[in-house]
């Protein structure tokens, strides 16, 4: 069973599978996700993340983000996942709970895993069933469902991390310093443009941390900032009422004619134009 989300305007995709070993490539998007991954068999079973194994028993669930390579080559169980990426939902675009410091997904932790305690598993069925049942109803508002219940269960699985995981600083310092700083750009970037304000905040240099992210295959960070800011312009234009300049100066801009060569250098298109296109594909 595999259920898909899609904003095309955005590059937006929540997935959902009881599979994901069978359908991680039936998504119409890969990259680029985070995952919750739920054992919701009797028994153990096995993955992989950045070549170790790992177990997961029974009700227990399972972040990972894109800087993390997984295989299931040794998975024999179905595997339950739910997938998303940020052109859906940005965790740090929310409130401190839901992101927590990143305890889930880029904070300077171990591999976070968390049980079901067998009190609250109704509680997680029901949201995994409620799930099922809103992909089944195609309407206008869907996405702000599905959002809405991402969202809970993010902040349920964040206060069982909170209760149990330990947070602890990731034996990789290198891995660590590139998940701090995408932390940073979404809690800063419509007020901080430049890598030099993020290297100070992380004790690098600039260059420390563009040399670091050419060694993991990453974009480069001011490339990471210049696409944050995009996308939320994007957003802004697709599902607010605010015109160009109000969008120009709630991002930070001083000029609206800077926001908009910035925004055509991102997209091909003047603000303007990609409202327009809108309109016509809508």
Known sequence: MKYEYKDSRLGAILGFTEDIKKDQKRFSITAKTIKFLWNRNDCPLTIQIDGMDLELEPNQIVTVTYLQHVSY???????????????????????????????????????????????????????????????????NIQGDMLQMLLKRLIIMSTRLAKEQLIVKTLGNDQIDTIRRFNFLVDLHYKTKRKVSDYAEMLYKSPKTL??????????????????????EAKRLINYTDKQNQEIAYELGFNDPAHFSRFFKKMTQMTPSEYRENLLVTA
């Open 73 to 139: 080559s040794e998975t024999e169980l179905p595997l339950s996942a739910i997938l998303f990426n940020r052109e859906f939902y940005c965790v740090f675009d929310h409130d401190s709970e839901v992101s927590c410091n990143g305890i889930l997904f880029f904070g300077t932790q171990d591999i976070p895993i968390i049980t079901i305690p067998k009190d609250q598993l109704n509680k997680f069925n029901l949201l995994h069933d409620m799930f099922i049942e809103e992909f089944s109803t195609p309407d």
């Open 210 to 231: 563009s040399n670091l992210f050419s060694i993991y295959n990453q974009k480069s960070p001011q490339q990471i900032i210049l696409e944050r800011i995009a996308l």
